[in-house]
């Protein structure tokens, strides 16, 4: 505790004493017009993310940008309704006044991308695959966490445990080996559980990027498979204050989920604070319920922060609550759903929002200072975060646990962005990491351990008019301690202590070969080391219907991919290809083989069997790709598509590696009607197609294609706060019973959720 409360001083500290810094104030001026007849626009929105600097355009299409560096190099991005995204890098001393022209479009721009390097830049400088999703689509996904808001993205799929739980995989890798960034902070929080899903408040995400592909470059290990960047929302311009209160509801599971913000800017000075709500009951698939799978969600987050010409400090906070159900047994062979007595669980009891035994209770706290310190012509952008994961497991008993886990994460990241060696922009990294697990419970899956990690890298990107190259390098050390644990006179655990070594590196291209047209290539290497499971599991894993063993005689994982892709924009047509290849050294799975078994005892003193899996490894090869193509032939109607394929094989016996997605086709048609008193209106209609998964492993089954419809419809009212946004969602409307592969609900016959529809509304106020 001692450690916690000094990083937390020292934090607290550092941001405090911000305030003397001895800075002279300066403001950046411009004016954003139509490019055809040079009239002004209106409420265009002006962004510099490196410096967390937004404004609007006045009556004249004139804006100032305040408290921002009176010279330096920034990318800034503008954005105006029916008009493509503006982004360049402007020099802030020079370019005071600056005009831009906008062109009418009916296809949106790209996001600019944050996530795949360390630089800001446009779409078209990243040579890295990265898709963006912004707050809109968030909310009218209809989702029940962010994780499975965005499982729909070509490449991406979800590891889910009912309608509570859901963990990213990227290009058929999840776990450890896709590495998600909370406030600028890695998360922690006993990602190697296929029952323990993302800690993190799906209303505070302003947009998700994700990064399809190797990124131990610049985060190290645990990024070997991509990244999932939450970012929350720039603050507001100086002098404003607003907030926002935004509910929904959905039919399948009695999803009701609020959310209060409230946020400002007084001259530099910075806040934000959020708090939100959710609960649920058992989802449902057909006419049956399935028992003990609803949950609970509180949340509190918040954020302090200094905005000024010397660049900006935000101290954000969070405390994520929740609990959820674990279901242990699937129906019997008649499709119902029994209690330990042997009696039917109705539907009625099903739906009861009260969670019974056994079920989760995780607490996960976070406080993060992130910092960017414009020093002359470079920037030293610093983030330092604690973090706490509390994670409780009530099995027979409502007040004692039986499974108690206390992680402890202390988190730091520091990048010196150099002044510009002629038209290269170098960049140097720290990165390190300290963890401390204690067990506090009478049930043991993993031991109590401590892990020290340290990486270093340097950066190099060069800008072009047609495009950008970039080269990085980078090396990581980490050492895992795991200790001894006797219970009751038995070992429960041997001690052991690993280390882990690696040298990574990174080399890319965007060029636009022709106009609109931009072709990108990236070679990456990716490192991960074992995790504590994979290396000290030895116990029973509730909610997964297993037993695991580790093995601490593993090594470390390491990759090689390649990736290549084509993207096109133009005025009526956009499409996008990628394709990849992963080999992957010493791939780590868990598998049961032999048919091997553990007994166990249940509560009412009969016995019963688990299935052991067991920690290997193998050499690996992952290889796929994604493919869009998006038509706006009419102004008002868009038509969407996109396939995705991942085939992973095991390379000692040429057989499917386990866990791997099926491949996806998803078709969507959006009509957005211009509607007198209204904005952004839309009616959407969706296929979504899961091919069969004829490729598994030994211990696990085919899962066959289904075809889901999906249907939304929305609007936005505007107000003199802002704009009032109402929708309707609708997922699986034809009530399509099915399992998709990666359920792990799958092995004990519980299918996915079935109908759901979701009505939503999020209101300005001051």
Known sequence: MKKTYLLLYTLLCSFFTLSGFATDMAQFRGKVVDASDQSPLVGATIYITDLKAITTTNAQGEFVLKNVPAKGKFLLEVRYVGYRTYSSVVDLGSQNGLSISLTPSII???????????FSSSNKTSSLSVVTVGKTKLAQAGSTNLMDAIAKIPGVAQVSTGGAISKPVIRGLGYNRVLTMVDGAREEAQQWGDEHGIEVDQFSAARIEILKGP?????GSDALGGVINVIDDLVPAPGVHNGEFTSNYSTNNGLTASSLMLQGNENGFVYRGRASYKNAYGFRYKDTTVPNSGFNELNFNGMLGLNKSWGYSHLSFSRFHTNIGLVEDGPDENGNYLNEDGELISNAAAKERRLGLPYQDINHYRAAL???FILGKGQLKTIFAFQNNIRKEFEESISEPGLNLNLKSYTYDVKYYLPNIGKWEPAFGLQGMYQDNVNKGDEFLIPDYSSNNIGAFAYLKRNFEQGAINIGARYDYKKVNGKDLNFEGEQVFSGFSNEFS??????????EIAKNLVLKGNAGSGFRAPNIAE???????????????GNNKLKQETSLQFDLG???NAENVSFGLNAYANRIFNYIYPGNFNNE???FE???????????????????DLIGGEASVDFHLVKSLHFENSFAYTRGVNRANDTALPFIPAATINNEIRFEPNIKGFADSYIKVGVNNTFKQARFDSFETQTDGYTLLDAGIGTSINTKRGKLNLWITGQNLLDKQYYNHLSRYKPVNIYNPGRNITFGISVPFL
């Open 108 to 118: 949106e721009s790209a996001e600019v991308v944050i996530t795949g390097s360390p």
């Open 602 to 620: 249940n509560e009412d003193g009969s016995m019963g069997t688990l299935p052991v899996y067991r920690y290997v490894q193998t050499n690996a």
């Open 535 to 549: 290396l000290g599991a030895n116990g029973r894993h509730e909610g997964t219907f297993r037993y695991e063993i």
């Open 502 to 511: 690696n040298v990574s590196g990174s080399i890319g291209l965007a060029f």
């Open 370 to 372: 992130n910092s960017n």
């Open 215 to 219: 990124a131990s470059l610049l985060y």
């Open 566 to 568: 084509l993207e096109y």
């Open 597 to 599: 078994t553990m007994p």
